[in-house]
DNA sequence: ATAATGATTCGCT
DNA sequence: GCGAATCATTATG
């Protein structure tokens, strides 16, 4: 068994984890936890700090609205406990967590991680010379960092496929966290304003964005 | 086959 | 604060 820095025996989430019915909610229980990518040996992690929900086909920002299904979306169906993994903006790779059962295309993504191991490998890639603040604060740098591409975008979250997440007992109590829009998604209209962007209160490494 | 469009970031002002 | 970079995905003809 291994054990994280305040002793805590380390669990890796199992796809049952990712289950849960309500989105807004597996996207608030995902802060705390850790995500680690382990590829060619090169493993980094960090606590996620900053989370965004998208409420499959009832969602105008979610790529399944009105259940839409391409070949992107379709891993987004898959059921809860993969990853969905897509490009924006021609440029940047953004991670989310599949959740709810098979056949409900809700996802989460990760917009910011609190850096823990592999930083010199995440500087490395993100081509910084040392550690700064926006190493991780961020959907795209976050997964740049991490090594995180379309390539993993439906694989299953577990240590076979080089990522995972697991729990460290870190939680946080409904005042520690804050609630507001999300980013990016004015087109959404009346789903735009929506408080579903979800981070960790005066956590400095949570992204900046506004 | 072609054209429009971002769940963003970075550099400059 | 503002605008460019840049390309897979998608819808449409």
Redesign the pocket.
Known sequence: MNFSKNNFPTKVLTSEWYQIQDVTLAAKRLLGKVVVTEFNGLRTSGIIVET?A?NGIYDK????FGN?R????EV?YAGGGVA?V???????H?F?VVTNRKGVPD?V?I?AIEPLEGIEIMLER?KMPQLKR?LTS?????SSAMGIS?CSSGAALSKESGIWIEDHGITYSENELQAGP????A?AEEHALLPWRFSVKKNPWV?S??
């Open positions: 965004e998208y920002a979610c790529h399944a839409r391409t070949p992107r979306t987004m969905y897509y490009l924006c903006y021609g440029i940047h953004l989310n996802a993504l917009r993100r926006t961020g959907p795209g740098v976050l379309t999300r980013i990016g998604v087109y992204s964005s506004k």
